[in-house]
Protein backbone atom coordinates (compact mmCIF):
# COMPACT_ATOMS: atom_id res chain seq x y z
CA UNK A 1 0.00 0.00 0.00
CA UNK A 2 0.61 3.74 -0.31
CA UNK A 3 0.13 6.91 -1.75
CA UNK A 4 -0.40 7.41 -5.59
CA UNK A 5 2.87 7.97 -7.16
CA UNK A 6 4.89 6.82 -4.28
CA UNK A 7 6.46 3.56 -6.54
CA UNK A 8 4.47 0.91 -5.95
CA UNK A 9 3.86 -0.08 -9.33
CA UNK A 10 7.53 0.27 -10.11
CA UNK A 11 8.08 -1.53 -7.18
CA UNK A 12 6.36 -4.15 -8.63
CA UNK A 13 7.84 -4.60 -12.24
CA UNK A 14 11.60 -4.13 -10.62
CA UNK A 15 10.38 -7.02 -9.12
CA UNK A 16 9.41 -8.42 -12.42
CA UNK A 17 13.35 -7.64 -13.75
CA UNK A 18 11.94 -4.62 -16.27
CA UNK A 19 14.82 -2.33 -15.33
CA UNK A 20 18.14 -3.29 -15.89
CA UNK A 21 20.14 -0.28 -13.66
CA UNK A 22 18.72 -0.16 -9.62
CA UNK A 23 20.26 -0.10 -6.62
CA UNK A 24 20.53 -2.81 -4.09
CA UNK A 25 19.68 -6.33 -4.74
CA UNK A 26 16.16 -8.91 -5.65
CA UNK A 27 16.18 -12.57 -4.78
CA UNK A 28 14.23 -15.32 -6.20
CA UNK A 29 15.20 -18.67 -3.69
CA UNK A 30 18.08 -16.94 -2.91
CA UNK A 31 19.37 -16.58 -6.58
CA UNK A 32 20.60 -12.94 -7.82
CA UNK A 33 17.82 -11.44 -10.16
CA UNK A 34 20.76 -10.06 -12.25
CA UNK A 35 21.95 -14.06 -13.02
CA UNK A 36 18.42 -15.36 -13.81
CA UNK A 37 17.21 -15.19 -16.75
CA UNK A 38 14.34 -12.95 -16.59
CA UNK A 39 12.27 -14.08 -19.81
CA UNK A 40 12.16 -17.34 -18.34
CA UNK A 41 11.23 -16.31 -15.42
CA UNK A 42 8.36 -14.22 -16.23
CA UNK A 43 7.08 -16.85 -18.71
CA UNK A 44 7.29 -19.87 -16.00
CA UNK A 45 6.95 -18.81 -12.62
CA UNK A 46 5.23 -15.06 -12.52
CA UNK A 47 1.90 -14.74 -13.10
CA UNK A 48 0.85 -10.91 -13.79
CA UNK A 49 -2.01 -8.45 -13.79
CA UNK A 50 -1.13 -4.67 -14.40
CA UNK A 51 -3.13 -1.84 -14.81
CA UNK A 52 -3.61 -0.50 -18.07
CA UNK A 53 -2.76 -3.66 -19.82
CA UNK A 54 -2.69 -3.25 -23.54
CA UNK A 55 -5.13 -6.21 -24.79
CA UNK A 56 -5.15 -7.71 -28.42
CA UNK A 57 -8.08 -7.42 -30.60
CA UNK A 58 -9.39 -10.77 -30.78
CA UNK A 59 -12.89 -12.19 -28.72
CA UNK A 60 -12.54 -12.96 -24.98
CA UNK A 61 -12.64 -16.62 -25.50
CA UNK A 62 -9.44 -16.25 -28.04
CA UNK A 63 -7.71 -14.27 -26.06
CA UNK A 64 -7.93 -16.33 -22.97
CA UNK A 65 -7.78 -19.81 -24.86
CA UNK A 66 -4.29 -18.12 -26.72
CA UNK A 67 -3.13 -16.96 -23.69
CA UNK A 68 -3.73 -20.17 -21.12
CA UNK A 69 -2.56 -22.74 -24.02
CA UNK A 70 -6.13 -24.17 -23.70
CA UNK A 71 -8.47 -26.46 -26.22
CA UNK A 72 -11.24 -24.81 -26.24
CA UNK A 73 -13.57 -21.87 -23.71
CA UNK A 74 -15.29 -24.87 -22.44
CA UNK A 75 -12.14 -25.85 -20.51
CA UNK A 76 -11.11 -22.28 -19.24
CA UNK A 77 -14.26 -22.27 -17.24
CA UNK A 78 -13.69 -25.89 -16.05
CA UNK A 79 -10.68 -25.00 -14.84
CA UNK A 80 -12.30 -21.94 -12.85
CA UNK A 81 -14.73 -23.80 -11.17
CA UNK A 82 -11.56 -26.72 -10.69
CA UNK A 83 -9.91 -24.11 -8.42
CA UNK A 84 -12.93 -22.92 -6.42
CA UNK A 85 -14.39 -20.12 -8.51
CA UNK A 86 -18.15 -21.31 -9.78
CA UNK A 87 -19.46 -18.51 -7.79
CA UNK A 88 -17.08 -16.09 -9.46
CA UNK A 89 -17.89 -17.78 -12.67
CA UNK A 90 -21.77 -17.28 -12.56
CA UNK A 91 -22.33 -13.81 -11.10
CA UNK A 92 -19.44 -12.30 -13.47
CA UNK A 93 -21.27 -13.93 -16.66
CA UNK A 94 -18.01 -14.60 -18.26
CA UNK A 95 -20.65 -17.00 -20.83
CA UNK A 96 -22.05 -13.51 -22.29
CA UNK A 97 -18.76 -11.66 -22.63
CA UNK A 98 -17.50 -15.00 -24.71
CA UNK A 99 -17.78 -13.61 -28.21
CA UNK A 100 -17.25 -10.23 -27.48
CA UNK A 101 -14.28 -8.43 -28.85
CA UNK A 102 -11.66 -7.96 -25.24
CA UNK A 103 -11.05 -4.11 -26.98
CA UNK A 104 -14.64 -3.17 -27.21
CA UNK A 105 -15.90 -4.35 -23.26
CA UNK A 106 -16.14 -2.27 -20.29
CA UNK A 107 -13.08 -1.67 -17.87
CA UNK A 108 -14.85 -3.08 -15.51
CA UNK A 109 -15.34 -6.33 -17.74
CA UNK A 110 -12.23 -6.43 -19.10
CA UNK A 111 -10.22 -6.81 -15.46
CA UNK A 112 -12.34 -9.75 -14.81
CA UNK A 113 -10.89 -11.17 -17.86
CA UNK A 114 -7.42 -10.44 -16.87
CA UNK A 115 -7.68 -11.93 -13.66
CA UNK A 116 -8.44 -15.28 -14.76
CA UNK A 117 -5.96 -15.28 -17.64
CA UNK A 118 -3.74 -14.31 -14.16
CA UNK A 119 -5.34 -16.62 -11.82
CA UNK A 120 -5.59 -19.52 -14.35
CA UNK A 121 -1.56 -19.39 -15.22
CA UNK A 122 0.36 -21.68 -13.85
CA UNK A 123 2.57 -19.93 -11.63
CA UNK A 124 4.60 -19.74 -7.91
CA UNK A 125 4.20 -15.95 -8.06
CA UNK A 126 1.85 -14.33 -8.34
CA UNK A 127 1.49 -10.30 -8.63
CA UNK A 128 -1.71 -7.78 -9.08
CA UNK A 129 -1.89 -4.33 -9.13
CA UNK A 130 -5.35 -2.68 -7.86
CA UNK A 131 -6.83 -5.84 -9.33
CA UNK A 132 -10.10 -4.68 -7.90
CA UNK A 133 -10.63 -1.51 -9.55
CA UNK A 134 -13.24 -0.98 -11.14
CA UNK A 135 -15.51 -3.74 -9.83
CA UNK A 136 -18.62 -4.05 -7.68
CA UNK A 137 -18.38 -5.00 -4.15
CA UNK A 138 -19.59 -8.33 -4.57
CA UNK A 139 -17.35 -9.44 -7.23
CA UNK A 140 -14.52 -7.69 -5.12
CA UNK A 141 -15.44 -10.00 -2.45
CA UNK A 142 -15.53 -13.04 -4.86
CA UNK A 143 -12.26 -12.48 -6.28
CA UNK A 144 -10.22 -12.22 -2.93
CA UNK A 145 -12.46 -15.53 -1.77
CA UNK A 146 -11.26 -16.59 -4.89
CA UNK A 147 -7.40 -15.69 -4.05
CA UNK A 148 -7.23 -16.87 -0.92
CA UNK A 149 -8.25 -20.10 -1.98
CA UNK A 150 -5.36 -20.54 -4.45
CA UNK A 151 -2.85 -18.78 -2.66
CA UNK A 152 -1.23 -21.79 -0.64
CA UNK A 153 1.68 -22.98 -1.47
CA UNK A 154 1.74 -19.69 -3.69
CA UNK A 155 3.09 -15.95 -2.91
CA UNK A 156 0.79 -13.63 -3.93
CA UNK A 157 1.65 -9.92 -3.96
CA UNK A 158 -0.95 -7.44 -4.33
CA UNK A 159 -0.66 -3.64 -4.51
CA UNK A 160 -4.05 -1.92 -3.38
CA UNK A 161 -6.11 0.79 -2.02
CA UNK A 162 -8.53 -1.30 -1.08
CA UNK A 163 -9.33 -1.47 2.65
CA UNK A 164 -10.96 -5.13 2.24
CA UNK A 165 -7.96 -6.47 -0.04
CA UNK A 166 -5.57 -5.20 2.61
CA UNK A 167 -7.59 -6.67 5.78
CA UNK A 168 -7.74 -9.90 4.14
CA UNK A 169 -3.76 -9.70 3.92
CA UNK A 170 -1.16 -11.99 5.93
CA UNK A 171 1.25 -9.30 5.65
CA UNK A 172 0.64 -5.44 4.71
CA UNK A 173 3.80 -3.31 3.70
CA UNK A 174 3.47 0.13 3.58
CA UNK A 175 5.65 2.25 0.89
CA UNK A 176 6.20 5.74 2.31
CA UNK A 177 8.81 8.85 1.52
CA UNK A 178 10.73 9.91 4.29
CA UNK A 179 11.96 13.46 4.87
CA UNK A 180 15.35 13.02 2.61
CA UNK A 181 13.01 11.80 -0.18
CA UNK A 182 14.10 8.35 -0.35
CA UNK A 183 11.37 5.67 -0.37
CA UNK A 184 11.48 3.08 1.98
CA UNK A 185 10.08 -0.12 2.79
CA UNK A 186 8.05 -0.75 6.24
CA UNK A 187 5.67 -3.32 7.35
CA UNK A 188 3.10 -1.24 8.61
CA UNK A 189 2.58 -3.30 11.62
CA UNK A 190 5.44 -1.38 13.26
CA UNK A 191 3.66 1.83 12.46
CA UNK A 192 0.91 3.84 14.70
CA UNK A 193 -1.38 3.71 11.76
CA UNK A 194 -0.81 -0.41 12.13
CA UNK A 195 -2.26 -0.37 15.59
CA UNK A 196 -5.18 1.55 14.54
CA UNK A 197 -6.23 -0.64 11.80
CA UNK A 198 -5.02 -3.46 14.27
CA UNK A 199 -7.65 -2.34 16.78
CA UNK A 200 -10.29 -2.49 13.96
CA UNK A 201 -9.79 -5.81 13.11
CA UNK A 202 -10.01 -6.71 16.64
CA UNK A 203 -13.55 -5.11 17.26
CA UNK A 204 -14.33 -6.63 13.99
CA UNK A 205 -13.30 -10.47 15.63
CA UNK A 206 -15.31 -9.49 18.18
CA UNK A 207 -18.81 -8.51 16.63
CA UNK A 208 -18.21 -11.97 14.68
CA UNK A 209 -17.48 -13.45 18.21
CA UNK A 210 -20.92 -12.21 19.27
CA UNK A 211 -23.06 -13.31 16.34
CA UNK A 212 -21.25 -16.62 16.58
CA UNK A 213 -22.91 -16.86 20.42
CA UNK A 214 -26.04 -16.22 19.13
CA UNK A 215 -26.35 -19.41 17.55
CA UNK A 216 -23.52 -21.84 19.47
CA UNK A 217 -21.94 -22.13 22.98
CA UNK A 218 -18.71 -20.81 23.30
CA UNK A 219 -17.21 -23.90 23.67
CA UNK A 220 -18.52 -25.05 20.15
CA UNK A 221 -17.84 -22.16 18.01
CA UNK A 222 -13.95 -22.41 16.10
CA UNK A 223 -11.95 -19.88 14.98
CA UNK A 224 -12.60 -21.25 11.23
CA UNK A 225 -16.44 -20.14 12.31
CA UNK A 226 -15.00 -16.54 13.83
CA UNK A 227 -12.85 -15.62 10.94
CA UNK A 228 -15.60 -16.93 8.28
CA UNK A 229 -18.05 -14.20 9.95
CA UNK A 230 -15.77 -11.55 10.26
CA UNK A 231 -14.13 -12.14 6.20
CA UNK A 232 -10.75 -12.50 7.84
CA UNK A 233 -8.31 -14.99 7.38
CA UNK A 234 -7.10 -17.51 10.40
CA UNK A 235 -3.31 -15.67 9.71
CA UNK A 236 -5.24 -12.32 10.58
CA UNK A 237 -7.28 -14.04 13.67
CA UNK A 238 -3.97 -15.55 15.36
CA UNK A 239 -1.96 -12.34 14.50
CA UNK A 240 -4.28 -10.67 17.49
CA UNK A 241 -5.49 -13.41 19.55
CA UNK A 242 -3.23 -16.49 20.74
CA UNK A 243 -7.43 -18.16 20.74
CA UNK A 244 -11.28 -17.59 21.21
CA UNK A 245 -10.83 -16.79 24.67
CA UNK A 246 -8.13 -14.37 24.02
CA UNK A 247 -10.57 -12.56 22.43
CA UNK A 248 -13.72 -12.61 25.02
CA UNK A 249 -10.84 -11.32 27.67
CA UNK A 250 -9.79 -8.73 25.35
CA UNK A 251 -13.30 -7.72 24.79
CA UNK A 252 -14.73 -7.84 28.28
CA UNK A 253 -11.52 -5.39 29.36
CA UNK A 254 -12.13 -2.97 26.74
CA UNK A 255 -15.69 -2.83 27.88
CA UNK A 256 -14.42 -2.62 31.55
CA UNK A 257 -11.90 0.64 30.08
CA UNK A 258 -14.99 2.36 28.42
CA UNK A 259 -16.97 2.22 31.49
CA UNK A 260 -14.77 3.45 34.27
CA UNK A 261 -13.91 6.65 31.47
CA UNK A 262 -18.03 7.32 31.26
Not at 78 to 99: A, F, P, Q, S, Y
Not at 102 to 118: A, N, P, V
Amino acid sequence: TGENGIGKTTFLKGILGLYKDYVGNIYYSKVNLRKIDKSNLRKNNISTMLQNEKVPDMSVEEYLCEFLNKSSFENVKREIVEIGGNELLKKTHLEDLRIKNIQHISDGERQIILFFRTILKKADIYLLDEPTTNLSIEISKLFLDLLLKIKSQKIILVISHDENVINKADIEIKMLKNEVAKNELKEVRHSEEWHKSGEKVKYRLADAMKSCMKKAPVEKITVKEITEECGVTRQTFYRNFQDKYDLINWYFDKILIESFAH
